[in-house]
């Protein structure tokens, strides 16, 4: 599903022009989350990016934005500290509030988790919280200074290298930090949480994921990010977070509590489809213990956020295709290892398709499959799965002529 990425600007807590980025899903937002990045990073540093994406992409909109002095914010790092990257968080859900939608959800990365559990308590829209890798104390921090540490207790203010570049670190920073109380703020805030955490981060030690979940009042979940990196750097660490995130908080957002149009489990042998009124096309289908989404692309007046009826014929040949080759090879022991199938859809005047067989007159439906076999097979066995494909039900089904019956429901009692 395509989705739409807006650069936009408001204004910080210390009056400078902040630079941020909301990443839309097709049609109407679910819910609106606030993104807050790690110590020194931004908004655009891989994991920030990926999860916003893959989020955009189950239906949320994301703002994540640079805090005062970083990435592509105007203002001095140096004059910032962990109250005032608090107080842009507050300043960003003001905004989002007042121009698109108040933040249901707060996702914090490192430090940035240690902001929004101490912001949650002052955004009443809030609904759930989540942290990824950060520290129960915000004094966490102060470890990263090392030996300048005693320079900016001594002189008030000393350059430290982070992450390969310099930063003005001031002891107002120092003291700052020191006179946070995180956890005390976790136990007030009274938001679901959800927590995650790498068992080896060598940044963030496991032991902080644990005071933050003990902290924090039911409901409260944990979820091990087993051997991922502090950054989440590999692109499957960031999708699983936001996989998993996304199904957690749709427990707590308003549109999980709506019920659904269909009844779920469905019927056996029944397809079942109605229109969710969320978007011009969108429909809710229900086959069995599946739920799925259909709707129209952008360019059909559709907010693209499901498979169109025709993509939905297309998977219907494409994986009745795949297994009956599948079903085919296995009786005849061929050593297929793995078949995969790549269907496209487009209607033709019939005089101008030399493959689409005789007695065909005016504008038909065309479906090209193009399949890709895997394994130890010579050019007989490929060519033989290839004709076994048009023996699939689905192409049958589509090649020969069908009938369909319509009713009439009786009239829904008012």
């Not at 957002?253 to 397809?271: K, M, N």
Request: hydrophobic letters at 45%.
């Amino acid at each position: 599903m395509a989705k739409n990425s807006q650069k936009l600007t408001f204004i910080g807590a210390q009056g400078d022009e902040l630079a941020a980025r909301l990443d839309l899903p097709p049609g109407k937002p679910r819910a609106y989350a606030l993104f807050a990045h790690c110590f020194t990073c931004s908004k655009d540093i891989f994991a920030a990016a990926r999860i916003a994406d893959e989020l955009a992409a189950h239906g949320f909109a994301v703002l994540r934005f640079d805090f005062t002095g970083l990435g592509m914010s105007e203002g001095e790092f140096a004059n910032t500290n962990f109250s005032s990257n608090v107080e842009d968080l507050i300043k960003a859900a003001d905004y989002m509030r007042e121009h698109h939608g108040a933040p249901e959800i707060l996702i914090g990365h490192s430090l940035g988790g240690a902001a929004v559990l101490a912001a949650a308590g002052d955004i009443a829209e809030v609904k759930a919280v989540a942290t990824i890798g950060a520290p129960a104390d915000a004094a966490h921090v102060v470890a990263n200074f090392g030996a300048k540490l005693e320079e900016i207790e001594e002189e008030g203010v000393a350059e430290v290298s982070l992450a390969g570049r310099s930063f003005t670190i001031k002891k107002q920073f120092i003291d700052d930090l020191k006179a946070q109380t995180v956890q005390a703020r976790i136990a007030a805030m009274k938001k679901p949480l959800l927590v995650f955490h790498a068992p080896r981060d060598a940044v963030v030690g496991i032991e902080n994921a644990s005071a933050i979940f003990m902290a924090a009042k039911h409901p409260k979940s944990f979820i091990s990010l087993d051997d991922a990196d502090h950054l989440l750097s590999r692109r499957s660490d960031a999708i699983y977070v936001a996989d998993i995130l996304s199904a957690w908080a749709a427990r707590f957002i308003a549109d999980a509590q709506e019920e659904h149009v269909l009844a779920f489990p469905g019927a056996d042998g029944e397809v079942a489809v109605a229109e969710t009124r969320a978007g011009k096309f969108q429909q809710e289908v229900v086959s069995g213990n599946h739920r799925l989404i259909a709707d129209e692309p952008a360019s059909y007046g559709g907010d693209d956020t499901g498979p169109s009826p025709y993509d939905f014929l297309s998977v219907a040949l494409g994986s009745c295709t795949t297994m009956t080759l599948r079903m085919y090879a296995d009786h005849k022991k061929l050593p297929l290892e793995r078949v995969s199938v790549r269907v496209t859809h487009g209607k033709v005047h019939a005089k101008d398709c030399a493959d689409c067989g005789e007695g065909r007159e005016g504008r038909i439906d065309r479906f090209e499959r193009h399949l890709t076999i895997e394994g130890d097979l010579d050019e007989a066995q490929r060519e033989r799965l290839k004709e076994i494909a048009d023996r699939c039900p689905v192409h049958k089904t589509l090649e020969q002529s069908s009938v369909v019956v319509t009713t009439l429901a009786p009239e829904a009692a008012a």
